[in-house]
């Protein structure tokens, strides 16, 4: 509503004296201040915030009439009375002097059309030049106690109980003082007949005139509070009846709200009372208390004193209250509080030292409640000072608060409330125009004479969709926009401002004319012609209709009241203009849709339509007028009319069937009198658009919102009319609908009014997203960069300075909660299913929980129906039932835990029920309530089942905390749950990042291989980190025993499942001690019982594609007609004398150690396409011979043949300076392409490498053959069966090798001829395996080759037909299972293949 910006100013009078002023009183258009100091009196002027003229007493007169203590001013300002200590008035004068009418002038650069053109331009800019002089002096005789001024009268009380009424000449034309005694008091205007209250030897303390309810609020010197009022016109003492509040007897002030008909009284116990007056009976009713509450401010709340003043805003929407101890409260009108300065950075310095709070002796707002204008007391001058220097502190000092306020305080305009818009003295906050720098780039820096790109847009169409919650909700700073100052000089101040319903342009209007603003253009409009900005007076404020600005103003050359509407994008000119003469006042205007709506000064609404012509170059409006209807008998003063909105809201049975295209109609009209919600429907029985008989809906409303757009998913929230009611929160009255269109019941309402409590004082409402817009103060202290050396503190230092955030609320949990209690739990239902897509959904859910049972658990009174069963039985109908129970209890204390479940249900159910959904974190969050409420034997059973579920679907973060946890029961860490463990994120390499520093290599050489033994070295050991340490530090406890057989029986199934990517992962996560267990393990579970199942398998978890050759290779292969066997031979030559080195994925360069050349891929695709071999082309042919057994010889998804055929990842067959020489034909090099394309990606390749090295290490031969097939590495398989024959290898492994091949190869002759290439080549080594087998023949020496020269070295493929008849003897049919046999379980035994003397070749293959 109203907010503090920045730093408080101080003004310092130039006139040096010994009196200080204490007493401020503007006068009614709040633009001259008058100061009093002890015989003194100085005028102030507004802005610029300059000293006028100062009148000082002579020293005789003010020895007869003593110190000036009040002053009060005439309503034209034109005079001002004085009371004084010794019972006299002074009347004085305020002439504008004749000659020199500015004191001071404003100073124009050169050439400024402004001052040439406006006739008395330059005179409205300037500090005018007043005299003040005495009139006239009366004398009463008695201390004056208070003054009032009443249209052309003044009252004056007495402290002899005297009320004396005079004319502002002077005279009292004949009109008798009335004394107190004389005027009957009673409770109310019923029992005034009654006898009546004792007010002898009384007199008024302080009074003030409320117009509105035409009477005087009144304080008595005994404390009591009471109104006067007339009972005819008369102000006599024969008319006048005094009404006095019950059981209040230490009233201080009072403060008179007109708009709204309060009475403020402030009382001596720091709590100001707001009375309202009963229309019934005339009784004083209490509508409300302004105090600090104990919960936000617990050190001052009762140590204020008492109120020493009440101030009202101009526009009548915030009160300003000060204590006697000091410091400043700010209230709405219904008692939100807004801030406070007792408390936070206001009340301490930036060390955490108390401040003294300041004190204030008098103020008084400026104009459009932008300024609060205060006197502060002498005990702030003295802080930290021994006043030597009297002449400085003694000078006249004001201090000026500066706020920003919210439009709706003036302008309640009621079309664009899914924005926030504050208004400042000089620019304007939006919560809007982040995204437009985006959506209208192009259109910024367009001309200004051109029509931008944007204004052609069909934005404004009748169903209008408004920002989206990033937009609204992205950040907490504003869109500032400075108001033109060309504009601001000349109309300050700034009176009303509007947005436009997209967010994108806003209208400003001052004293005189308009100006508005775009934001996509970044540039102001303001009136060419400045006679027509100067002759214009907006009265009924602005509104947005499209991209029209409807406007009703004041015609000054005409003297005529108007309703003009201006299009945005034409020049802001009368020409362009469309204007409807208004027959009296227009006091507000809003608009619906197509339609206005104008309130008037004569109590009448009139309805206008607008229709949109693009006939012309320039788009017109057509305005006519629809009805008038006269509301003179429900509204007693057009003044209490806060706002006036056309709605589509309806209350009868229709509003559950209406046709989508009346569901935005204009239904009724909302009237906000005196804080009093009146609605008048539309009457549909006649032809016209009469309204039946006002219905009052809400007390105490300070705001209305409600919206014309529908959606039939959230009809709930976009018919529903929201409400702001002060301290009373907020209210909806939200429209109840039958399910599925059946048939409502009778006793069913409507509609329902709902009240709900919110943290923030609500500035608009999110529809749809159910969300409450706002803004809220903050501080920030910068005393600690002044040196405290100082007379006086700088402002700096006494107060922080203050900004504006924007800020949201979430209410939707209010509303369902509020339908729970009244047993509307379907509605909640509907309404909660409509809004389940929100973002914030769950926290709805979440909080509406949790402050039930916050409520309902700490009551120390017995609940007879406790909501919370109700509220847990509602939560059931959403999937994010078990998040938000477990989410509500970890926030709440565990003292409450057994009252949440015992209605949600046991938590050990809730755990199983969260296993059963797959979600294991919530399970998680559930061990932890079961920790603190179980025995650790339920918390280690859920804790297994919950890690064996964790293991299985690889959360490996969620299995590393649940061995904490695990361990953490063992130890006795029953009172706390286990610390979440600082892991690192698993990394995108699928779990192998583990392995990262490792450096293994395959590459050996011929000379250096013991023919004897077999070796493969780690050039690194396992990593030495906290979960390595586990397996050897706790080896021996019972708890580690028991997670280490948990976890090897995980790795058991994965093996048996032949799961190898799983397994390698789950090792790596989780620091198993991979290769040791398999040392274990090879004799039983990693054992292979069918090689060509897994063989699949590792085809398919890592994405390897099946080999295939193309037709054309079949049909015209260069490997039969002898080709082949140069090539080969040359290649067998290199690879036996080099070993490869290094491959360079990025360029595609292969560096290659001695005199071998560099193939690069550029090269390589050169080549291609000289030949017409294209990529694409390239893959189709890979694709055709697939056809044979189906999914068997399947190559994976088009999406992996496409990611390893373009990959090439740097194994390039090595050849020697000879072969640089042959001249490759298309086949070859179709045949080299096809090779390439049959690799797999190269993470996966690594992966698989890396496993074989781990599968050797521990011994188990079976696995390493079949990863070894898969990479067709046959120097991998030659130096396995190398190392069988030279080794003391268990009879049933040797056979499973054998009859695992034997089914490889009759699948490959089946359904996978791709492998018959490679398993031909080792042929010769898979015969020395069967003289081993049969002990027929002695193992030979065999020299391996490199290994990835050997893989890329291609033997000439027989015939397809010869091949199969030289096989057929020795392949098994694919259904025998590869020749099988039963295995006995027996402890590994290749232990001893690990030592190994690291003098021999060592195979070396570094991963990046």
Aim: glycine fraction near 6%; include cysteine.
């Amino acid at each position: 509503m109203y907010f503090l910006s920045g730093w408080p100013r101080r003004l310092l009078c130039p006139l040096k004296g010994s009196e200080k002023p204490f007493y401020i009183q503007s006068d009614s258009r709040r633009l001259i201040f008058a100061l009093l100091s002890q015989t003194q009196i100085s005028l102030w002027y507004s802005r610029p915030s300059v000293l006028i003229v100062s009148y000082k007493e002579s020293a005789k007169a003010a020895s007869q009439f003593g110190s000036y203590e009040k002053t009060e001013w005439k309503s034209d300002s034109s005079m001002i009375a004085v009371a004084t200590a010794n019972g006299y008035i002074l009347l004085f004068d305020i002439v504008y002097s004749g000659q020199e009418k500015c004191l001071y002038e404003p100073v124009y650069p050169k050439g400024n059309p402004r001052v040439k053109v406006t006739p008395g331009y330059k005179e409205e800019q300037c500090a005018p030049s007043l005299t003040v002089e005495m009139k006239k002096v009366l004398d009463f005789q008695a201390k004056i106690t208070s003054l009032q001024s009443m249209q052309d009268d003044l009252v004056i009380a007495t402290n002899d109980g005297i009320l004396h009424l005079i004319h502002w000449d002077g005279l009292t034309n004949g009109r008798k003082a009335i004394n107190l005694c004389s005027v009957p008091f009673s409770v109310d205007l019923q029992s005034s007949r009654g006898p009546s209250l004792d007010f002898e030897s009384v007199h008024i303390k302080d009074m003030e005139y409320c117009a509105t309810l035409d009477g005087f609020a009144v304080v008595f010197d005994d404390g009591r509070i009471g109104f006067i009022t007339p009972v005819s016109s008369k102000l006599t003492a024969e008319n006048l009846h005094g009404v006095c509040a019950q059981e209040v007897t230490d009233g201080i002030c009072v403060a008179i709200n007109n708009k709204y008909k309060l009475m403020a009284f402030g009382c001596a116990n720091g709590s100001v009372l707001v009375y309202t007056m009963d229309t019934s009976t005339g009784a004083m009713q209490l509508s409300h208390k302004l105090e600090l509450t104990p919960k936000h401010y617990p050190d001052i709340w009762n140590k204020t004193g008492a109120v020493k003043l009440v101030r009202w805003s101009p526009d009548c929407s915030v009160t300003m209250v000060t204590w006697e101890c000091g410091g400043l409260s700010l209230w709405s009108v219904f008692g939100a509080h807004l801030f406070c300065t007792l408390g936070g950075d206001f009340a301490h310095y930036s060390d955490g030292t108390k401040k003294e709070p300041m004190k204030i002796s008098s103020m008084s707002w400026g104009a459009e409640g932008y300024h609060l204008w205060a006197i502060s007391s002498d005990s702030t001058q003295q802080m930290g000072s021994d006043l030597e220097n009297k002449s400085i502190i003694q000078q006249a000092e004001i201090l000026q608060f500066q706020f920003i306020k919210s439009a709706l305080t003036v302008n309640p305009c009621m079309n664009n409330q899914e924005q926030v818009l504050l208004q400042g003295e000089d620019r304007l906050y939006l919560n809007c125009g982040d995204t437009l720098q985006n959506q209208n780039s192009s259109t910024a820096s367009a001309n200004s004479g051109h029509q931008p790109v944007r204004e052609k847009n069909p934005l404004y169409n009748d169903i209008l969709v408004p920002q989206g919650l990033s937009t609204l909700l992205g950040h907490r700073h504003w869109h500032v926009v400075q108001i033109h100052s060309t504009y601001l000089e000349s109309n300050w101040p700034i009176k009303f401002a509007a947005i436009d319903r997209l967010g994108q342009c806003v209208a400003v209007a001052g004293r005189y004319g308009i100006a508005h603003y775009a934001l996509f253009t970044r540039k102001w409009k303001l009136f060419g012609n400045i006679t027509q900005e100067q002759n214009m007076a907006v009265t009924g404020g602005l509104a947005w209709w499209n991209d029209f600005i409807v406007l009703a103003c004041y015609n000054l050359i005409d003297q005529q009241e108007e309703l003009r509407l201006y299009l945005r994008s034409s020049n802001l000119d009368n020409v362009f203009a469309h204007i409807t003469k208004v027959q009296s006042e227009t006091l507000l205007i809003n608009v619906f849709r197509d339609m206005v709506i104008l309130f008037r000064v004569d109590c009448s609404i009139c309805l206008y339509s607008i229709d949109r012509k693009d006939d012309g170059p320039n788009p017109t409006a057509n305005v006519q007028v629809l009805q008038e209807v006269s509301m003179s008998r429900y509204i007693p003063h057009p003044s209490l009319v806060i706002s006036v909105t056309l709605t589509s809201v309806r209350t009868e049975t229709g509003i559950t069937f209406k046709m989508p295209q009346q569901a935005c109609a204009a239904e009724s009209i909302m009237l906000n009198l005196a804080g009093q919600l009146i609605m008048l429907q539309r009457d549909r029985s006649g032809p016209q658009l009469p309204f039946c008989a006002p219905v009052v809906l809400a007390q105490c409303v300070e705001n209305v919102w409600t919206t014309c757009r529908s959606n039939k998913q959230k009809r709930h929230l976009l018919e529903a009319l929201w409400l702001s009611c002060g301290e009373a929160g907020m209210k909806v009255w939200l429209p109840l609908f039958p399910r599925d269109n059946r048939k409502p019941h009778s006793f069913l309402s409507r509609r329902i009014m709902l009240p709900f409590q919110i943290n923030i004082y609500p500035l608009a409402v999110l529809f749809e997203d159910a969300l409450v817009l706002g803004a809220v103060n903050e501080t920030v202290l910068y005393d600690n960069l002044y040196v405290h050396n100082n007379v006086k503190e700088p402002l700096e230092v006494l107060f922080p300075f203050c900004t504006v955030e924007r800020t949201s609320q979430i209410y939707l949990h209010h509303i369902l909660r509020q339908l729970l209690v009244r047993n509307l739990g379907e509605q909640a239902l509907l309404l909660a299913q409509s809004c389940a897509t929100l973002p914030y959904f769950p926290h709805v859910l979440e909080l509406m929980l949790h402050e039930v049972l916050e409520e309902e658990a700490t009551s120390r009174e017995p609940i007879p129906d406790p909501l919370l069963p109700t509220v847990a039985k509602f939560i059931t109908e959403f999937p994010l039932f078990l998040q938000t129970v477990v989410h509500c209890a970890r926030k709440t204390e565990y003292a409450l835990w057994n009252y949440l479940f015992a209605a949600v249900g046991n938590p050990k159910d809730l755990f199983e029920e969260c296993l059963l959904a797959q979600d294991l974190d919530t399970a998680a969050s559930y061990l932890i309530i079961l920790q603190n409420m179980e025995v650790p034997a339920v918390s280690r059973q859920h804790a297994t089942l919950l890690f064996s579920t964790a293991l299985e679907q690889g959360k490996w973060d969620l299995c590393r905390h649940m061995i904490r946890f695990l361990k953490a029961i063992g130890a006795g860490e029953l009172e706390t749950p286990p610390p979440t463990p600082t892991t690192q994120e698993p990394s995108s390499t699928g779990g192998f990042e583990f392995f990262k520093h490792r450096s293994i290599s395959f590459s050996q050489s011929a000379e250096g291989l013991n023919a004897g033994k077999f070796n493969l070295q780690k050039a690194l050991s396992m990593p030495s980190g906290p979960s390595a340490k586990r397996w050897s530090k706790d080896a021996d406890s019972t708890e580690n025993m028991y997670i280490d057989e948990m976890l090897w029986r995980h790795a058991r199934r994965l093996l048996e499942e032949m799961r190898l990517k799983d397994l390698s992962s789950f090792a790596a996560q989780l620091g198993f001690e991979l290769i040791g267990w398999l040392g274990k393990e090879k004799t039983r579970v990693a054992r292979v019982e069918d090689f060509v199942k897994a063989l699949k398998r590792l085809h398919n978890d890592f994405l390897w594609p099946f080999p295939v050759i193309p037709s054309s290779c079949l049909v015209n292969s260069p490997f039969k007609n002898g080709k082949y066997k140069t090539v080969g031979d040359q290649f067998l030559k290199s690879q036996s004398t080099e070993t490869f080195v290094n491959s360079d994925l990025e360029t595609g360069v292969i560096n290659v150690r001695g005199s071998h050349i560099c193939l690069s891929l550029n090269t390589a695709h050169t080549q291609m396409d000289s030949g017409s071999l294209q990529g694409p082309q390239t893959q189709d042919a890979i694709l055709s011979p697939l056809f044979s057994k189906g999914d068997e010889c399947s190559i994976g998804s088009a999406t992996d043949l496409t990611e390893t055929s373009s990959m090439v990842d740097g194994d390039w067959t090595m050849v020697d300076e000879g072969f640089s020489t042959l001249s490759l034909t298309q086949s070859e090099l179709e045949y080299i392409s096809m090779e390439l394309a049959n690799k797999g990606p190269h993470k996966s390749q690594v992966q698989l490498s890396y496993l074989m090295h781990i599968f050797m290490e521990a011994g188990c031969l079976e696995w390493c053959i079949i990863i070894a097939l898969i990479l067709r590495d046959s120097a991998v398989i030659c130096q396995i069966i190398n190392s069988i024959q030279h080794s003391e290898v268990p009879m049933d492994i040797l056979q499973g090798v054998k009859d695992g091949m034997l089914a490889v190869d009759g699948w490959a002759s089946a359904d996978c001829p791709g492998y018959k290439p490679f398993l031909n080549r080792i042929k010769p080594q898979l015969q020395k395996l069967d003289e081993v087998t049969e002990e027929q023949i002695q193992p030979e020496a065999f020299q391996p080759l490199s290994r990835l020269s050997t893989s890329k070295a291609v033997e000439p493929p027989s015939p397809w037909a010869e091949d199969s008849r030289n096989t057929a003897g020795l392949v098994n049919s694919p259904s025998d299972g590869g020749g099988s046999i039963s295995r006995q379980e027996e402890d590994g035994q290749g232990e001893e293949e690990e030592e190994q003397p690291e003098d021999e070749g060592s195979y070396e293959c570094s991963l990046s």
